[in-house]
């Protein structure tokens, strides 16, 4: 029997072995999902283990997903563009490929119907997850990005790399604080922990009064899973706005790495169940 797992810090709060397990049985997969608590301090002697013990493969989480990237062979384009890896795939020969799911994660949870070529888009946030949604924007069409950050000279150093990766996009960076007007922006991600439970949870990332001047026609995104509706999606559905939940990012990006390990696809809807049982 093989085995696979998620590495990262800490790890009691995740819900991924759930979810990994349930997507697993979907499909007959008979192995393990272990759950490996990893400060990066112990991540060189991590991958040993992973190289010695009949691991397959794993998830990354934060804080590794920058720091796993420079111990891998090879990786994939969505890796490459968004720089940092969250799945791992381990070779015959113990090499290390890494991929990254969360861009595949985020498109996917966008339904079809939803058209956003051309349009504008707001991210609040500029970490890991903001990347993954600039990539997946990006290859939808949007024409135009605008970043709210807590720090913008901090994020200065994802405006140059999303720049230099998306030419044909046009992207600006503000404070979040002094949130512009949003009424052009065709959806609206956010990318921060706010809202998150035991995070600011009875909060969101805009005002109310933000809120109040949206068209019915836009688009709240909120990466945040738990809650499954934050106070942001709350808000947004009784003002008659359209919303995407964090959950499905997460499940679709889960979906990917098991089809990555194990070239089968699960089955969403039982991931989900398991997702809804374990919140």
Same mark, same amino acid.
């Given at each position: 029997?093989?085995?696979?797992?998620?590495?990262?810090?800490?790890?009691?709060?995740?819900?991924?072995?759930?979810?990994?397990? *349930?997507?697993?049985?979907?499909?007959?997969?008979?192995?393990?999902?272990?759950?490996?608590?990893?400060?990066?301090?112990?991540?060189?002697?991590?991958?040993?283990?992973?190289?010695?013990?009949?691991?397959?493969?794993?998830?990354?989480?934060?804080?590794?997903?920058?720091?796993?990237?420079?111990?891998?062979?090879?990786?994939?384009?969505?890796?490459?563009?968004?720089?940092?890896?969250?799945?791992?795939?381990?070779?015959?020969?113990?090499?290390?490929?890494?991929?990254?799911?969360?861009?595949?994660?985020?498109?996917?949870?966008?339904?079809?119907?939803?058209?956003?070529?051309?349009?504008?888009?707001? %991210?609040?946030?500029?970490?890991?997850?903001?990347?993954?949604?600039?990539?997946?924007?990006?290859?939808?069409?949007?024409?135009?990005?605008?970043?709210?950050?807590?720090?913008?000279?901090?994020?200065?150093? /994802?405006?140059?790399?999303?720049?230099?990766?998306?030419?044909?996009?046009?992207?600006?960076?503000?404070?979040? @604080?002094?949130?512009?007007?949003?009424?052009?922006?065709?959806?609206?991600?956010?990318? /921060?922990?706010?809202?998150?439970?035991?995070?600011?949870?009875? #909060?969101?990332?805009?005002?109310?009064?933000?809120?109040?001047?949206?068209?019915?026609?836009?688009?709240?995104?909120? %990466?945040?899973?738990?809650?499954?509706?934050?106070?942001?999606? #709350?808000?947004? #559905?009784?003002?008659?706005?359209?919303? %995407?939940?964090?959950?499905?990012?997460?499940?679709?990006?889960? #979906?990917? *790495? %098991? @089809?990555?390990?194990?070239?089968?696809?699960?089955?969403?809807?039982?991931?989900?169940?398991? *997702?809804?049982?374990?919140?």
């Amino acid at each position: 029997m093989y085995k696979l797992g998620i590495i990262g810090y800490p790890l009691g709060h995740s819900i991924s072995a759930v979810i990994q397990k *349930a997507g697993l049985e979907s499909i007959g997969e008979s192995c393990t999902y272990d759950v490996l608590e990893t400060p990066p301090e112990e991540l060189i002697s991590r991958i040993k283990f992973l190289k010695t013990k009949e691991y397959k493969g794993f998830n990354v989480t934060i804080p590794l997903k920058v720091p796993m990237s420079l111990f891998l062979d090879d990786i994939d384009d969505y890796a490459n563009i968004a720089g940092c890896v969250n799945t791992v795939k381990i070779a015959d020969d113990k090499s290390f490929v890494g991929y990254n799911t969360d861009i595949y994660g985020f498109k996917a949870a966008i339904p079809d119907t939803l058209n956003l070529n051309g349009k504008s888009a707001s %991210i609040l946030g500029t970490g890991g997850a903001a990347r993954a949604a600039v990539v997946g924007l990006s290859e939808l069409g949007v024409k135009n990005i605008d970043f709210y950050s807590r720090n913008i000279i901090n994020s200065r150093q /994802t405006l140059d790399y999303v720049r230099a990766k998306f030419p044909e996009t046009e992207f600006n960076v503000y404070q979040i @604080q002094n949130i512009r007007s949003l009424e052009d922006s065709a959806i609206i991600i956010n990318a /921060t922990p706010i809202g998150m439970k035991g995070f600011m949870a009875d #909060q969101m990332a805009l005002e109310y009064s933000d809120l109040d001047k949206l068209s019915k026609d836009t688009i709240i995104y909120d %990466i945040v899973y738990n809650p499954v509706k934050t106070v942001l999606i #709350q808000e947004a #559905q009784k003002r008659g706005l359209k919303t %995407i939940g964090g959950l499905d990012m997460l499940i679709y990006q889960a #979906q990917r *790495a %098991i @089809q990555i390990w194990t070239g089968k696809t699960p089955d969403v809807q039982t991931m989900k169940i398991a *997702a809804l049982e374990a919140l």
